[in-house]
C-alpha cells in the first residue's frame, strides 16, 4: 500500500530562521505530489503540484522540491503568518483523484 | 463564491441519529471527493465522483455512509445511525479533471457525535 511518511511532526522556528519538512513517499509510478497548507479550523489550502523528479517550485518563503523518494518544503527567513500544519499528498498510478496524505508537519514560528 | 462550499460547518447528532453534509464544487469542477480528517491526522479519502458517476467509494468506513451527486454538482454525505467514531471533520474538494490534478478544498463540516 502506498505510504507517506512526514517529518519531523512538529516544528518550533524563531521568526527567521531557516528550515525543511520532508515527505518520504512508497509509490511506483507517481501522478503527483501535493503540498497543502491547513490552519486551525479551516479546510487545506493548495500550494504546490509536483510530477517528476528534479521538479522544483517557489511561492514567497516557499520552496518545493522533488526526488524520486521524497520531497522537501523548504521554508525561507519564516514569518509568524507562516505558522500552521503542512500536509502532503501523493496519487499514484490509480489516479482517480484518490490523495494518500501524510498526517503534516505542525510550525509554529514565533517572533 | 469561487471556492468549494460546505454546510453546516458544524454539527452535534446525538447518537443513533442521520446526519446529512452538502458539498458545493467550484463552478464547472468535473471531479469531486469527499474526505475524513481526525483530529492531528491528515484528511482520509472516502470517496469520489467524476460527474455524476461515483468512481471509487473504496474509503467508506461501513455501509452506514452514503455519497451522491445526482446532477453533477452538489454533492451530499449521508451518515445513518451515528456513532461516536464517526466524529470528524468531513473535507469535500473538486478539481478541474480526474487523476493527478490539483483539488481544492472546502473549509470542512465538523460533525461531533454525542
Known amino acids: 500500500e502506498d505510504q507517506v511518511t512526514q517529518s519531523p511532526e512538529a516544528l518550533r522556528l524563531q521568526e527567521g530562521e531557516s528550515s525543511s519538512l520532508n515527505c518520504s513517499y512508497t509509490?511506483?509510478?507517481?501522478?503527483?505530489l501535493f503540498w497543502y497548507r491547513q490552519d486551525p479550523g479551516k479546510g487545506p489550502e493548495f500550494l504546490f503540484t509536483?510530477?517528476?523528479a528534479g521538479e522544483e517550485k517557489e511561492k514567497e518563503r516557499l520552496k518545493a522540491t522533488l526526488t524520486k523518494k521524497e520531497s522537501f518544503l523548504h521554508i525561507t527567513a519564516p514569518k509568524p503568518e507562516d505558522s500552521a500544519t503542512y500536509l502532503c499528498?501523493?496519487?499514484?498510478?490509480?489516479?482517480?483523484?484518490?490523495?494518500?496524505f501524510g498526517a503534516g508537519t505542525q510550525v509554529v514560528v514565533t517572533p | 463564491g469561487a471556492g468549494v462550499s460546505q454546510s453546516p460547518r458544524y454539527k452535534v447528532a446525538k447518537r443513533g441519529q442521520d446526519v446529512a453534509l452538502r458539498c458545493d464544487p467550484i463552478?464547472?469542477?468535473?471531479?469531486l471527493f469527499w474526505y475524513q480528517q481526525a483530529l492531528g491526522q491528515g484528511p482520509e479519502f472516502l470517496t469520489y465522483?467524476?460527474?455524476?458517476?461515483?468512481?471509487?467509494k473504496s474509503g467508506l468506513p461501513s455501509d452506514r455512509f452514503f455519497a451522491e451527486r445526482p446532477e453533477g454538482s452538489v454533492s451530499t454525505l449521508k451518515i445513518q445511525r451515528t456513532q461516536q467514531e464517526d466524529s470528524a471533520v468531513y473535507l469535500c474538494?473538486?478539481?478541474?479533471?480526474?487523476?493527478?490534478?490539483?483539488?481544492?478544498f472546502g473549509e470542512g463540516s465538523w460533525l461531533t457525535v454525542v
Open positions: 474538494a473538486s478539481s478541474l479533471v480526474q487523476s493527478g490534478n490539483t483539488i481544492y
Open positions: 509536483l510530477y517528476s
Open positions: 463552478s464547472g469542477h468535473v471531479s
Open positions: 499528498a501523493v496519487v499514484g498510478p490509480e489516479g482517480g483523484g484518490k490523495f494518500q
Open positions: 465522483f467524476q460527474n455524476e458517476a461515483q468512481l471509487d
Open positions: 509509490v511506483s509510478g507517481l501522478r503527483g
